[in-house]
């Protein structure tokens, strides 16, 4: 066997062996399952469905001050409920501790302000949960790496080739003013 040969030899298993070290490192706190489009969609999910959910327990509530409750809004608060805590288990099974504790804290002020009866603990409530909802949507963008790094300023560079390359072929794409409308001394 040549010295090249096991050379090149060694070379390669050293960097299968780094290539395995690599892929299994882990930090803690990291979701072991669940690629970034999977947290993003159980994100998105969790996102509507606190959405939903606050707004059918105002419509339930507003019918209960009313004095009519139909068995549809009741239904409806139910259902919205039932996929919020689908969704916040869909969260926890993917996403970091962070997330999660964000997510779990969207759910409790969600039904907080599900619970509130006079519209000045229900209006506190609301803006409690806009809050809440902000801060969980910073920690799912944290998570998917969503914040541009401003040292990274070659992708930003090319993004802006693209865009401008992109306006330009619109541009080129379109008519000129002067051939889509003839002239009325030309025709005459």
Not at 8 to 28: D, E, L, M, T, W
Not at 51 to 58: E, M
Not at 78 to 98: F, H, M, T
């Amino acid at each position: 066997m040549e010295p090249t040969s096991v050379g090149a030899a060694a070379f390669k298993s050293v960097g299968k062996i780094g290539a395995a070290a690599v892929s299994r490192y882990r930090p803690a706190g990291v979701a072991r399952v669940g690629s970034p489009e999977d947290r993003a969609q159980a994100y998105r999910r969790f996102l509507d469905a606190t959405v939903h959910a606050s707004i059918n327990g105002g419509v339930h509530q507003l019918h209960v001050a009313a004095g009519s409750v139909s068995p549809e809004s009741f239904a409806d608060m139910v259902a919205s409920g039932n996929e919020l805590k689908c969704a916040l288990d869909g969260v926890r099974l993917c996403a970091p501790d962070y997330v999660i504790a964000a997510a779990e804290d969207a759910f409790s002020a969600v039904h907080r302000s599900i619970e509130k009866v006079n519209a000045a603990e229900s209006d506190k409530s609301n803006v409690k949960l806009e809050e809440v909802r902000d801060t969980f949507l910073e920690a799912a963008r944290n998570d998917l790496n969503y914040k541009q790094s401003r040292w990274n300023l070659w992708r930003r560079w090319k993004e802006r080739q693209f865009r401008k390359e992109q306006a330009r072929k619109i541009l080129d794409a379109r008519p000129s003013e002067s051939s889509a409308v003839p002239d009325a001394r030309q025709s005459a």
